[in-house]
């Protein structure tokens, strides 16, 4: 079994920054792919970025590709999404979610295992 946790989320303006952090406990460094998506109020959840086991694979967003940074740190289990440029619709509760293999990494029923989420709001 594996827990993450999420953190990092609040309230910025327009144009500023965050860095998420994802917490992994468990067994979660065997997990070849690790994810950030993001569910908005309304909307389907819809994928942010994804990194492998080694980091050096990454996939983003297009509408999130040259703003946003994902990266792993694998001796403490924890995985960061930065964010810079932040713009309003941006807005969305934030999730951090493993899967057992790279495999269609963009879609969110390849993961197998979520977070709670952590909320991020951009204010214009």
């Known amino acids: 079994q594996v827990q993450l946790v999420e953190s990092g989320g609040g309230l910025v303006q327009a144009g500023g920054s965050l860095r998420l952090s994802c917490a992994a406990s468990?067994?979660?460094?065997?997990?070849?792919?690790m994810a950030w998506f993001r569910q908005a109020p309304g909307k389907e959840r819809e994928f942010v970025a994804a990194i492998s086991w080694s980091g050096g694979t990454m996939l983003y967003a297009d509408s999130v590709s040259g703003r946003c940074t994902i990266s792993r740190d694998n001796a403490k289990n924890t995985v960061y999404l930065q964010m810079n440029s932040l713009k309003p619709e941006d807005t969305a509760v934030y999730y951090c979610?493993?899967?057992?293999?790279?495999?269609?990494?963009?879609?969110?029923?390849?993961?197998?295992?979520w977070g709670q989420g952590t909320q991020v709001t951009v204010s214009s």
């Open positions: 979610a493993a899967a057992r293999q790279w495999s269609r990494v963009v879609t969110p029923p390849e993961y197998d295992y």
């Open positions: 468990g067994r979660p460094f065997s997990m070849p792919a």
